[in-house]
């Protein structure tokens, strides 16, 4: 049987977006007529509550899209799931939820009735995984070195990446392969965020900065290889410590990296000091906030990063 509840939780506001699209799109199916409301719940009154879940009179089906629940007032919560225990004939309900807020409790009620969709933030550690995901629902397979090239080349915006996704599937003829992302995406090849990156945590100061300056002008944003750098420099403060032979498959697991990224990276963390690591973790967090407009120019703030690691892994 069709579920006329359905819940989404989450922060990611694209994955909310494609969940609730697709959700209308199934109750749309082979019906003649849908009238599909949206509201807030922070501004709902209980009459409005009472009027969008009440059945048509002209007997068509209708879909309530009840935003931002987790700002909804105590009274319009309680008609919410009122409504959602047993909803009219004709009357389907999604209702959105951060998971937080002042009605945080409204969530495992709710979980216990309706049809629950997640939709939580992607930590920048699970982004080589969510592309995998993202390219086996279109039915591809593909290599790690292909999600890093795309990652490279698109940044880590979801929406982003699942449109490059679906583009390269529906172009490409044959494999998608690191060439096959960088034609679409990098401009031109020999420009790369992270080769960027490695040559600025290996100590290549002049060849990292070149490349860098280079990136910029042929329109690479400095938000990508401000990414890219950081997230070498992560994985290198996670790294720099071991010794002896890296079991790079454990690894991969904890680190959230494939195993081939943990034997590469673990190899160059090794000449790095613990004070170098500090110094360089804090210049990433600076880097972070200048390139996303906290001060000063980005693409200054970009080179200059790369730089100062340079000098740090030398």
């Not at 069709?2 to 939780?9: G, K």
């Not at 009238?35 to 709902?44: I, S």
């Not at 890296?246 to 943990?262: C, K």
């Amino acid at each position: 049987m069709e579920s006329q509840v359905h819940l989404i939780v989450g922060t990611e506001a694209f994955l909310v977006e494609r969940q609730r699209r697709a959700i209308i799109e199934q109750i749309k199916d082979g019906r003649p007529e849908v009238t599909v409301t949206t509201m807030n719940a922070g501004e709902l009154t209980p009459s409005e509550v009472l009027e969008v879940l009440s059945p048509s009179l002209f007997g068509d089906d209708r879909v309530a899209v009840i935003k931002n629940t987790e700002t909804a007032g105590k009274e319009p919560a309680d008609l919410l799931l009122q409504a959602a225990v047993d909803p009219g004939p004709g009357i389907y309900l999604i209702v959105e939820h951060s998971g937080g807020g002042r009605t945080k409790a409204l969530v495992p009620k709710l979980e216990k009735i309706a049809t629950t969709h997640r939709a939580e933030e992607v930590k920048q550690r699970e982004l080589p995984s969510w592309v995998t995901q993202e390219f086996r629902s279109h039915g591809v397979r593909i290599t790690p070195d292909v999600v890093h090239a795309l990652l490279e080349g698109v940044g880590s915006d979801l929406r982003e990446l699942a449109s490059a996704v679906s583009q390269l599937v529906a172009d490409a003829e044959g494999d998608i392969t690191v060439a096959t992302v960088r034609a679409y995406y990098s401009g031109v090849a020999e420009v790369s965020a992270f080769d960027i990156a490695d040559w600025a945590v290996t100590g290549q100061g002049a060849r990292a900065v070149a490349a860098t300056r280079r990136a910029l002008q042929l329109g690479m944003s400095p938000v990508v290889i401000a990414a890219s750098l950081s997230s070498k420099v992560g994985m290198i403060a996670r790294l720099y410590s071991t010794t002896g032979r890296v079991d790079s498959r454990r690894l991969a697991g904890q680190l959230g990296a494939h195993p081939f990224v943990i034997e590469k990276t673990s190899k160059v963390a090794r000449r790095w000091s613990s004070d170098s690591v500090s110094r360089a973790v804090i210049l990433m967090a600076d880097l972070d906030a200048a390139v996303k407009g906290q001060g000063g120019d980005p693409d200054y703030a970009v080179e200059s990063a790369v730089q100062r690691v340079a000098r740090l892994a030398g």
